[in-house]
C-alpha cells in the first residue's frame, strides 16, 4: 500500500513562504473572511442535504395520510354495513350522517375555541429577548448608560 501522506509523485508541494508578521495581520480580515464563506457555504450544504431528507419522508407521511383515509371511508363503510343488518337502510344512514356531522361540529369547535385563544401571531418573547440584547449591547440595560 502507498502512504496517503507522501506526495504524489511529479507533483510539487507549496512550500509555505514566510511573511512578516505585519503581512499576516494585514491578511487575517481577508482570510476570516474567506473562512466564514467556507462555513456558511458548508452549512448550506449540510442543511440541503438534511432538508432533502426531511422532504421525502415528509412525501411518505402524505401518503400514509392518504391511504388512511381511505381507510377511514372502508371502516365507515363497514360500520354502515353493520348498523344495516340490524335495522333498516334509512335509520344506518341517519345514525352515521348524524354521527359524523355531531363529530364535526365539536372539531369545527374546538379548532375554533384554539384559534381565538391566540391573540397576536408576533414572537412577542423573542422580540422581548431580541430588545434585551440590543439593550445589552448599547449599555442601556439596568441604568447603565454610555
Known amino acids: 500500500m502507498t502512504d496517503p501522506t507522501a506526495e504524489p509523485k511529479g507533483i510539487p508541494t507549496p512550500t509555505p513562504k514566510r511573511q512578516s508578521l505585519v503581512a499576516l495581520l494585514n491578511s ?17 450544504a449540510e442543511l440541503l442535504d438534511k432538508v432533502k431528507v426531511l422532504g421525502v419522508g415528509a412525501g411518505l407521511l402524505a401518503g400514509a395520510a392518504i391511504v388512511l383515509l381511505l381507510l377511514l371511508g372502508v371502516l365507515l363503510t363497514w360500520i354502515f354495513l353493520a348498523l344495516a343488518a340490524v335495522m333498516p337502510l334509512w ?52 441604568g447603565k448608560t454610555t
Do not use: F, H, W, Y
Open 28 to 44: 487575517l480580515p481577508e482570510l476570516i473572511k474567506t473562512l466564514l464563506r467556507q462555513e456558511i457555504e458548508l452549512v448550506k
Open 91 to 142: 335509520a344506518a344512514g341517519l345514525i352515521m350522517t348524524g354521527s359524523l356531522v355531531l363529530i364535526i361540529v365539536v372539531l369545527v369547535l374546538i379548532g375554533m375555541n384554539r384559534i381565538k385563544s391566540v391573540d397576536t401571531i408576533e414572537p412577542e418573547r423573542s422580540i422581548a429577548s431580541i430588545k434585551a440584547d440590543i439593550d445589552v449591547i448599547t449599555g442601556v440595560a439596568k
